[in-house]
């Protein structure tokens, strides 16, 4: 596990200028090593620092050895995801993959520390500049203290440094425990989780966190950048520049209070049953949905939701599994028939046995069940058996009606 604490030291203007002329230097290693992997089609250190180091220390020659290394560090990182994009749009789109840009480091950049430029003794904090190594005194919050003491493993392995826009020098102190281990909840129920635009996660127990505040607030950035963007002036530019990130921090939060109530609930609860939405992207550039879907889907930040329940989960020996998402929505949780007229808004009324209920409460319930389902037919213990479903994974009495579009998912 990996925490983040920042800090913001009181230092001297000779000393800013150093660690200024040093984001300097740290961006042009960077940019250096970055050529030399992508000409010699190479994303290993040893090579990288056998073929180019001599050539960094001479452009750069007062940037410290270590901070050299921690600049190959993150090029060699950078230049990894950058292969995996353009080979991902190579297979849609080559033209563009062509066209897509090389990893770049601007000279106003956040450096990369590990454990030999920076230390910490006691509250005396030491970094590595190009004239010399730099010694302040810092004081580090107590909540982070008493949340995360030494004595549990926490130990300081690495800071992120630089500047912000009002000419203040950050330390983002980045500190490292070994995992913990908990033992997994198998004796809980399972439940399914729908996640949705109205409604950012909607539970099969019928329990609903709506997204309301998060579309107000979504509404109102929306308007003012709308109006900042036309107006063009200055000021409207300073205005774009201060509410940026306002409206991302505030989704950010919602999905942290969100998760955490699902990860600290009360109930006994061992496994909690998502939609596989890794798709969703790449319907949109299929084109398969129109203006208005695009920009809803767009601005849903459910892969945010996903990563912070799995991780708050896991702490708590919860175990978070995923499903095909396909009829999810439009599959009848009680008689398991697929009819897409069946849904009208948030509303779920079956044609075809007349059951009735929330149309995200009913999703939320065939993730639920679909898992079920797939544990049943691979030879594991079933929990939580789905309504009107055997263990063999046939239903015990034939479903009302006929299934319009297709079966449900590992039935034959």
């Not at 729908?194 to 099969?204: E, Q």
């Not at 909690?272 to 889907?297: A, C, F, I, Q």
Request: hydrophobic share 30%; aromatic share 8%; glycine share 6%.
């Amino acid at each position: 596990m990996r925490r983040t604490v920042s800090i913001f030291p009181e230092l001297s203007g000779e000393e800013k200028a150093s660690i200024i002329e040093t984001r300097k230097q740290y961006a042009r290693a960077f940019n250096m090593s970055v050529e030399c992997l992508i000409n010699n089609s190479s994303t290993s250190k040893r090579f990288l620092h056998k073929v180019q180091y001599e050539r960094i220390k001479e452009e750069c020659p007062s940037l410290p050895t270590g901070l050299i290394q921690c600049a190959r560090d993150v090029a060699v990182e950078a230049v990894k995801t950058w292969n995996v994009k353009k080979t991902k749009l190579k297979q849609k789109k080559p033209k563009k993959a062509e066209r897509m840009k090389r990893p770049s480091m601007k000279e106003k950049c956040t450096m990369r520390y590990d454990v030999r430029t920076v230390t910490l003794r006691g509250s005396q904090l030491t970094f590595s500049t190009c004239e010399r190594r730099i010694k302040t005194i810092i004081s580090i919050p107590e909540f982070f203290t008493e949340r995360y003491p030494d004595s549990e493993g926490w130990k300081l392995k690495g800071a992120n440094i630089g500047m912000d826009r009002k000419g203040r020098v950050f330390v983002n102190l980045i500190y490292e425990c070994p995992d913990p281990v908990i033992e997994e909840n198998k004796d809980g129920k399972i439940v399914g989780l729908d996640r949705g635009v109205y409604n950012i996660v909607t539970t099969s127990d019928g329990t609903h966190y709506g997204a309301k505040d998060v579309r107000r607030v979504k509404r109102k950035y929306n308007h003012v950048r709308s109006v900042l963007q036309e107006k063009g002036t200055r000021s409207a530019k300073r205005r774009l520049k201060s509410i940026s990130g306002c409206e991302k921090r505030f989704v950010h939060d919602q999905n942290h209070c969100i998760s955490k109530k699902l990860a600290n609930t009360d109930e006994d609860v061992s496994i909690y049953v998502l939609e596989d939405l890794s798709s969703m992207n790449m319907k949109r550039l299929r084109g398969k949905s129109n203006k208005t879907m695009r920009k809803w889907l767009s601005n849903w930040s459910y892969s945010d939701l996903e990563e912070k329940l799995t991780y708050k989960c896991k702490r708590n020996g919860i175990r978070v599994e995923f499903v095909d998402a396909r009829y999810t929505s439009q599959k009848c949780s009680v008689c398991k028939t697929i009819d897409k007229a069946s849904r009208k808004g948030n509303r779920y009324t079956c044609r075809h046995c007349g059951s009735r209920m929330h149309a995200d409460t009913n999703a939320a319930i065939n993730i639920r069940d679909n898992y079920i389902t797939r544990i049943q037919q691979s030879g594991q213990a079933a929990v939580n058996q789905p309504y009107g479903w055997g263990a063999t994974g046939k239903p015990e009495t034939e479903p009302v009606g006929k299934t319009l579009t297709s079966k449900p998912s590992g039935l034959s």
